[in-house]
């Protein structure tokens, strides 16, 4: 019989928190989210490389305008496959996860993110 510590603990039944996790990953409550840019340059966190080879360090945007944003990341994202939160290489490494709670923006991230 579980007790109280093993329900709210991840390491106790690391398979249930991994299928609560793909279940959120998998079913959001919203796929995708919105932010308003206050200024028309938006620096990105991590350089891309351009097809041409040139190295992107910020966008341009226009302040004031909806800019709209998915949620799924994922390679294999219509797969439920709760293992990846528990196989050593299940996620991609740390520096391509998304932000949020558990590398998930099911919630959102940052200031406005869900703290219920």
Same mark, same amino acid.
């Given at each position: @019989?579980? &007790? ?7 390491s ?5 928190? +991994? !299928?609560?996790?793909?279940?959120? $990953? ?7 989210? +919105?932010?308003?840019?206050? @200024?028309? !340059?938006?620096?990105? @966190?991590i350089?891309?490389?351009s097809?041409?080879?040139?190295? =992107? ?8 305008? !909806? $800019? +709209?944003?998915? =949620?799924?990341?994922? !390679? %294999?994202? %219509? &797969?439920?496959?709760?293992? $990846?939160? =528990?196989?050593? %290489? ?7 996860l998304?932000m ?11 200031? $406005?993110?869900?703290?219920?």
């Open positions: @019989e579980p &007790t109280y510590e093993d329900l709210t603990s991840t106790c039944l690391p398979y249930l928190d +991994a !299928v609560v996790k793909e279940g959120l $990953r998998m079913y959001p409550t919203s796929t995708h989210n +919105a932010r308003v840019p206050s @200024e028309d !340059v938006f620096p990105l @966190e350089p891309v490389r097809p041409s080879g040139d190295l =992107i360090r910020e966008l341009l945007v226009s302040a004031g305008q !909806v $800019r +709209a944003f998915s =949620i799924y990341f994922w !390679v %294999d994202g %219509d &797969t439920f496959k709760p293992e $990846r939160w =528990i196989e050593p %290489d299940g996620l991609p490494p740390k520096d391509k998304q949020g709670w558990s590398n998930l923006l099911t919630f959102n991230a940052g200031p $406005r993110q869900c703290l219920g």
